[in-house]
């Protein structure tokens, strides 16, 4: 029991290490199609990225199904691991910072401020090229990314535009909020 929590445990962790990566060199390279709508304003309650999730989702059901009917043990762990990975980035990153439901929160201070803030800063960018923070659950100090930013684009970002999926101004050009 307590070899199948680690397992879970440590498939959420390294589930983090594998979206970054995924997020960085496909979602903004050969996978930009589908990653796209993500970055622009959405139309409707679902976006084509959503499919980023679909494709996931169907990898933990197969892993769970394989360890629980096949006796593949441990993948049902993993896939279960997978899928608490999906429910955080579903509310961290879908809910807190994208505003996907029905109310609205914007933290004010500790972890929940660094990740919103360091995702509003992922989207400053325009276009699949010069982004920084690649994390949905891991924000780097907003100093830094401030800092990589800069180095980027040669200077601050100034242009105003909104943000894909909440319709405020992105980070790089909004005042107070994003500037802590």
Do not use: C
Request: aromatic content about 12%; overall charge positive.
């Amino acid at each position: 029991m307590l070899l199948n929590a680690l397992i879970l445990i440590a498939t959420v962790v390294l589930m983090e290490v594998f979206s970054i990566v995924a997020h960085k060199y496909v979602m903004h390279g050969f996978g930009w199609a589908w990653h796209r709508s993500h970055h622009e304003p959405r139309t409707g309650w679902f976006e084509k990225n959503d499919l980023y999730a679909i494709v996931f989702a169907g990898v933990a059901i197969a892993l769970i199904y394989a360890g629980a009917t096949l006796g593949r043990h441990p993948l049902e762990w993993i896939g279960a691991g997978m899928t608490a990975y999906g429910f955080l980035y579903f509310v961290a990153h879908d809910g807190l910072v994208h505003q996907r439901w029905p109310f609205r929160y914007v933290p004010r201070s500790g972890y929940l401020k660094r990740l919103y803030q360091a995702h509003r800063m992922h989207h400053a960018v325009a276009g699949k090229d010069g982004a920084v923070s690649f994390g949905f659950l891991y924000a780097p100090p907003v100093d830094v990314l401030k800092r990589e930013l800069h180095a980027l684009h040669r200077g601050p970002l100034r242009q105003r535009r909104p943000d894909a999926a909440t319709g405020r101004a992105d980070a790089a050009s909004a005042p107070s909020q994003d500037a802590n």
